[in-house]
């Protein structure tokens, strides 16, 4: 009887013993199951979140409006009324040229002022092109400084030929010239957004043929031209889309095919070296030539201006 009661105890013993490894052992089991379920549900909302970071594009068309009115405008202002100097002084207009100078001076320091005053780092070729055109406007500032120093002692035409040679001015072209193709890049590429059709990118070749010119976007057209302008180093009061416009009408009037122009370079150095361009001519054919094409909601593309 004795030993009977020892070995049911014994078996009750083992039996709980088993019953509560087992009991731990699910515990434990049900803690790695959750903690593995809890890691699954926040990896795959990280992804989620990476996923969709990575589908905003940092080139809206919101990027691009505040480009054009914080950096752009204060640049293009400028320009404007340095071209308008240059024409006076080319003129022999103005018997205040000192002063002329010292107030496009000022100007390019506010405008370059006013150009930091938003931070476009965020979208890359914008961070570029508001750099350069900062940099253009503070060499502008102190070409000015320089000619209005020139101005005391030389002559209309000597100044005008001093300036054109100045370094200081040079520079400042050329990263003009280097911003606006950075802009017109990054329009290409908010544009390979909206149209999946249409590259983030295109690089012109060596020569391209008209043939092949008529098969692109505007978009791609218009980043041809300011690539087109840079190369040559040839700031000018017109738009890159100006250039374009006057392209397409050349080609589409038989004007190419009549004088044998098989190349975009060929014409762009016929209309350019000609001064077949104005500003204001991609709005004037607009309806003509380019209804309901993509281009971003920019003042330059929508009406005329002055700027």
Known sequence: MEKRLTTTAMLFSVGFVFMLVCSVGAFFYGIQIGTEKTEAKYEKEDVGSKQASASVSPYQQQDLVSFYHTVFLSYREFQNEWFSAMNKLSQGKTNEATSMFKDLASLAGDKAHEASSVNMQSSPLLGEAQVSYIRSLNLFEEASNKAATQAKTLSFNELKKKIDQEKNYLSASQFALSAQQAYYAAMLKWAATV?????????????????????????????IMADQLLTRKK????????????VDEFVESGQAAK????????VVDLLINTEAVRSGDFIESKSRLYENTLLPQLPFFTSETNL
Do not use: C, F, G
């Open 195 to 223: 149209d999946l059709d249409i590259p983030s990118d295109y690089k012109s070749p060596a020569l391209l043929e008209l043939t092949q010119w008529k098969k692109l976007t505007i978009t791609i057209k218009n980043k």
């Open 235 to 246: 700031l000018t009061h017109y738009y890159p889309q100006d250039l374009t416009s006057r």
């Open 259 to 266: 004088m044998k122009v098989h190349t975009v370079t060929a």
